[in-house]
């Protein structure tokens, strides 16, 4: 199944391999298949949220040809304003009582800030807002785990600088015996709102003949289509299946595995990652030469280094490209 987001295998946080050890209290529940009289049991685990990593630091200098190309209208500003949703850890959110917007997209969003000689601002708002934000004008760039599509690039234009796949989650022990993505057939699955995971639960007729349609492949292979439950935030659908009021959840791979990393007593993944695609960095279709400034800046952090430290920062390392790409949607 070719899936719109993301990815080959990510490089686990360092804090995995703890908070797959922690045991916790919870109702033992038989894996599928154990034997009821004497099989295996396993017992999931509650929520142990380890602290997030602190945001990488980095030195970086301003590219003159990156400054070059940027429009006056931005220039003459002084401070790029990037749109992102901050709850889809660790790629843009905020920890504890922290109103301060952290993560992978955050910290490439200051380095593209520094070598473009501006300051940056970053505006959190809700996902499904993201693209509107830079068609209106409110955002100058949005940078918020956005899968590039076809279909997205009809109303902005994408630097791409990272790629992803998609991975399922279940609570610990797996009660559903979920193992592929059929299996998802017939259930209850959450997926942040305005993501590419919860279209392909759309049961709407045009979405649900698109190729890449779960609705579609449970249709094809005989079965119900899966139930989908859109949430606001990713905090809200990991709630939700810890309190299991879902039976599994979707999001890409780097978020599946920091949220695997951080609670893994209570959460397992399952099943591969599926469909690689780039995520882009939203620029305006009237934007000029903005979207080749930030290439040129994205082009740098990655020949430097800069680029590498920050992706090794939240162990997504296995997401790396080495070359900064305009509109590469694959499908």
């Known amino acids: ?6 990815k080959a295998m990510l490089a686990l946080p360092a804090v995995a391999a703890t908070a797959l050890l922690v045991a916790g209290c919870g109702a033992t529940t038989e894996r599928p298949g154990s034997n009821a009289s004497g099989g295996s049991n396993c017992t999931p685990g509650a929520v142990t949220e380890a602290a997030p990593p602190k945001p990488a630091a980095v030195t970086v200098n301003a590219n003159s040809a990156a400054v070059a190309k940027l429009p006056d209208s ?3 500003k ?15 959110f905020t920890a504890g009582n922290s109103s301060e917007i952290i993560g992978m997209d955050a910290d490439l969003a200051n380095a593209i800030g520094k070598a473009l000689g501006m300051k940056v601002q970053l505006l959190g ?6 693209l509107s934000s830079v068609q209106s004008g409110r955002a100058d760039l949005a940078m918020s785990s956005l899968t590039d599509t076809k279909d997205r690039e009809q109303t902005v234009d994408f630097v791409n600088y990272f790629k992803a796949g998609s991975s399922i989650m279940v609570r610990k022990c797996n009660p559903k015996g979920v193992k592929t993505d059929l299996d998802l057939c017939g259930k209850n699955v959450g997926a942040e ?5 919860l279209d392909w639960m759309d049961t709407d007729p045009k979405k649900a003949e698109d190729p890449s349609s779960l609705v ?4 094809d292979a005989g079965k119900q289509p899966p ?3 859109g949430f606001p935030k990713q905090t809200d659908v990991n709630a939700a299946l810890q309190a299991d009021r879902i039976d599994a959840y979707l999001a890409d791979t780097p978020v599946v595995d920091f949220a695997l990393a951080q609670n893994g007593a209570a959460f397992e993944k399952v099943g591969g990652d599926e469909g690689v695609a780039p995520y882009g ?3 305006p279709k009237n934007g000029g030469t903005l979207k080749e400034a930030v290439q040129a800046a994205v082009q740098q952090l990655i020949t430097d280094g800069t680029y590498g430290k920050i992706l090794g920062n939240w162990g997504i390392s296995g997401g790396a490209v080495t070359t900064a790409t305009i509109n590469g949607a694959q499908s």
Do not use: H
């Open 78 to 92: 002084g401070t790029l304003t990037i749109a992102t949703d901050p709850s889809y850890p660790p790629n843009e």
């Open 193 to 197: 709102q305005g993501t590419t995971q």
């Open 227 to 229: 139930s989908g439950k």
């Open 216 to 219: 579609k492949r449970c249709k």
């Open 74 to 76: 931005i220039k003459s």
């Open 1 to 6: 199944m070719t899936w719109f987001r993301p």
């Open 125 to 130: 708002i809700s996902f499904d807002g993201i």
């Open 281 to 283: 960095i939203a620029v």
